[in-house]
C-alpha cells in the first residue's frame, strides 16, 4: 500500500510538470493555430535564469522569480521578433519558425554557455520528506503538486475574472470576431505567449528541483511529451491539455513501478501504444476544444 501511494503521488508530480507545459502549448495554439516547439527552449531559458540567479548568490526564492520572469521575457521576445512577422503565414510556416527559434536558442545555449550541463545548487531542506505516519512523502513531489495546483487555480482566475483573461477565452472561439470588436489582436496574443512563458518557468523550476542540473537539451524532452498529452486531452483546448498532462504522467509513471524488469526499456512504447488506443477510443481527445483547429 505504501508503494502504491508513494507512486500515486510521483505520477500527479510528474502529470503536474506536463500539465502545465501542455497548458502553455494549447493557450498559444488555441490563439494563432501555433504549435510552438520552442516552448521547450523556455524551460531552458528559465533553468540558466535560475542558475545564474543563484550563481550571483541571489536569495533561493528571488532566483524562482528570475527563472520565471526569464521564460516570460523569452516567449515575449520570440512572440515579436520570430512569429509576429509571420503571423501571417499559414500552419506549416509557423511551424517550421517554431523550430527555427528552437534550433537557433539551443545553438546559442550550446555556444554561449556550454553544451554540458550545469548543476543547479538547491536547499538541503527540498532534499527531506514529511512523514504521514502511513508513508512519507518527498517535499519535491509535495511542493511540485501544491505548485501546480496553485498555477492552474490563478490561471483560472486569470481566464474568468480579468478582462484580458476573458479576450484570450474569446480570441479562441473567435479570433476574427474579437478584432471586430476592436480588441487589439497584438495585445491579446502577446499575453498568450506571456502566460505561456510563466508556465514554461514553473515547470522548468519543478523540473530542475527533481533532476538538480540545467542542459541546452532540457526542455526537448518535456515538451515532447507535453505536445502528447495536449493531442490526448484535445488539442486547443485548455480543460484538455491538463487532463491530458496528468493522464500521462500517471501512465509513465505506473509503467515504469508495475512493468516486469525485462520490459522496462520498453516503457515509453507501452504509453504511447496506450496512447494509440485512447485517441482510437476518442479521436478529438479526452476534452475536444470547442472549435476544432486539427490539420
Known amino acids: 500500500m505504501d508503494i502504491f501511494l508513494q507512486q500515486i503521488i510521483n505520477a500527479i508530480s510528474l502529470g503536474g510538470i506536463y500539465a502545465l507545459l501542455a497548458l502553455g502549448l494549447a493557450v498559444v495554439f488555441s490563439i494563432v493555430s501555433l504549435i510552438n516547439f520552442a516552448h521547450g527552449e523556455l524551460m531552458t531559458v528559465a533553468g540558466y535564469g535560475m542558475f545564474f540567479a543563484i550563481a550571483v548568490s541571489l536569495p533561493f526564492p528571488f532566483a524562482l522569480a528570475a527563472a520565471v520572469i526569464f521564460a516570460c521575457a523569452a516567449a515575449l521576445l520570440t512572440e515579436r521578433f520570430a512569429f509576429r512577422p509571420m503571423r501571417k503565414a499559414d500552419m506549416t510556416g509557423l511551424l517550421l519558425t517554431s523550430f527555427a527559434v528552437s534550433a537557433i536558442l539551443r545553438v546559442l ?13 538547491l536547499p538541503a531542506e527540498l532534499s527531506g520528506a514529511i512523514d504521514l505516519g502511513f508513508f512519507h512523502i518527498g517535499i519535491v513531489p509535495l511542493l511540485s503538486i501544491v505548485t501546480t495546483a496553485l498555477s492552474l487555480w490563478a490561471l483560472t482566475l486569470f481566464l474568468r475574472r480579468t478582462t484580458l483573461g476573458k479576450a484570450m477565452r474569446a480570441a479562441a472561439e473567435d479570433f476574427q470576431v474579437l478584432r471586430l470588436m476592436g480588441i487589439k489582436a497584438n495585445r491579446v496574443i502577446a499575453v498568450a505567449f506571456a502566460v ?3 508556465l514554461a518557468g514553473v515547470a522548468a523550476v519543478l523540473w530542475i528541483a527533481q533532476r538538480g542540473s540545467v542542459d541546452p537539451l532540457m526542455g526537448f524532452v518535456p515538451v515532447l511529451k507535453a505536445f502528447v498529452a495536449a493531442v490526448i486531452g484535445g ?3 485548455l480543460s484538455g491539455a491538463v487532463a491530458g498532462g496528468f493522464a500521462l504522467g500517471i501512465l509513465e509513471v505506473l509503467f515504469q513501478a508495475f512493468l516486469p524488469e525485462a520490459a522496462l526499456p520498453f516503457r515509453d512504447a507501452f504509453v504511447l501504444g496506450f496512447v494509440i488506443l485512447i485517441l482510437i477510443w476518442r479521436p478529438d481527445g479526452l476534452i475536444p476544444a470547442p472549435v476544432s483547429r486539427r490539420s
Open 109 to 121: 545555449f550550446q555556444n554561449g554557455i556550454s553544451a554540458r550541463s550545469k548543476a543547479v545548487p
Open 196 to 198: 505561456s512563458g510563466v
Open 235 to 237: 488539442l486547443g483546448s
